[in-house]
């Protein structure tokens, strides 16, 4: 299967972990993907407790090489995703400007 979204291969790369975040988020919350909308309030929205927080915090670094998220200043999906991304392409982002 070949995906290409953006004009890239790291913008490809950047909607495959977002599509797989975004199954992490429909897991743990018990909503359809089609349903994610990144204007959701994790809190307010989608209901996160403390256990909720765990439950994704734990899948995010399982799935996503230990990355943890500090949910306090993300509280919105998109924070959270713009973290998210952010915090996985921070060397590459890194290492394009010091070429």
């Known amino acids: 299967m070949c995906v290409k979204v953006g004009n890239d291969e790291l913008d490809s790369v950047k909607a495959l972990m977002t599509m797989s975040l975004n199954a992490l988020i429909a897991e743990v919350f018990d909503v359809e993907l089609d ?3 990144r204007n ?3 809190s307010r929205d989608l ?3 403390s256990e909720k ?8 670094e399982e ?3 230990g990355l943890v998220i500090n949910f ?3 509280d919105s999906l998109d924070a959270l995703f713009q973290t998210f991304i952010d915090t996985e392409f921070e060397v590459i982002s890194q290492e394009k400007t010091s070429c």
């Open 35 to 37: 349903e994610i909308d």
């Open 40 to 42: 959701l309030s994790l």
């Open 47 to 49: 209901g996160m407790d």
């Open 53 to 60: 927080e765990n439950e994704l915090n734990e899948l995010i």
């Open 63 to 65: 799935y996503f090489d």
């Open 72 to 74: 306090t200043k993300n």
